[in-house]
Structures are given as C-alpha cells and as structure tokens.
C-alpha cells in the first residue's frame, strides 16, 4: 500500500523554525518528484517546494525562497521541510505529495498525498 505521512507540524513564533518530514512507503522516493504543498483556510491549495529526487532539483516558490529548503534521504525514503525564518502568512496545514515525472506546480498532477500537518505560526 502506498502511504506518505507527513510529521513535524506545530505551532512557533514569527521567526522560529519547523523541520517537516515526507515518509513514503509502498514505493521508493527516486525516480519520484514529491512536492511540498500548503493550503491555508478559506484559500486554495498552493505549491511551496518540490524536488525531483532523481537529479535532486529543486524547486521553491517565490514566497519562501531563501527560507524554505527541500532535501530527501533515499535511504529513509523521506523527503524533508526544513522552513526558517517562518512568518504568520506561512500558516497552513502543509501536505507532501508524489508524481512519476517531474516537479509541478499543480496539485491535480500528483498521485499521491498525504494526509497533513498543521503548522501555525503566531505573531
């Protein structure tokens, strides 16, 4: 069966760091792009980061480049979310998802989701 579980939600003060995790099970992560996306209440769903774990290109949206990183970690088959620097407006439930292609912007062209974290960040 297939799975992604996300983890490393939680909620921080503006300026603190969160850390999410993407573990996959049922397939191996390499030749899959996972994406991070987060949807806030009352707006849709957005893409923060992907990588292309294959070549390990990456991918960030203009609103969290320089404060978001994406990595993987073949051998734990986990993708990960480190998020620095974090702003009220970055708080959503943040979901990973995964494609057998390359990165995109557009949740529809994934296959596979997980079921979520939440972080919130206070003012």
């Known amino acids: 069966e297939v799975q992604l579980v996300e983890s490393g939600g939680g909620t921080v003060q503006a300026g603190g760091s969160l850390r999410l995790s993407c573990a996959a099970s049922?397939?191996?992560?390499?030749?899959?792009?996972i994406g991070w996306f987060r949807q806030a209440p009352g707006k849709e769903r957005e893409g923060v980061s992907c990588?292309?774990?294959?070549?390990?290109?990456?991918y960030y949206a203009h609103s969290v480049k320089g404060r978001f990183t994406i990595s993987s970690d073949n051998a734990k088959n986990t993708v990960y979310l480190q998020m620095n620097s974090l702003k009220p407006e970055d708080t959503a439930v943040y979901y990973c998802?995964?494609?057998?292609?390359?990165?995109?912007?557009?949740?529809?062209?994934?296959?596979?989701w997980g079921q979520g974290t939440q972080s919130i960040v206070s003012s």
């Open positions: 049922g397939f191996t992560i390499d030749d899959y792009a």
């Open positions: 998802a995964a494609r057998n292609d390359r990165c995109s912007w557009l949740p529809m062209m994934y296959t596979y």
């Open positions: 990588i292309s774990v294959s070549d390990r290109s990456t």
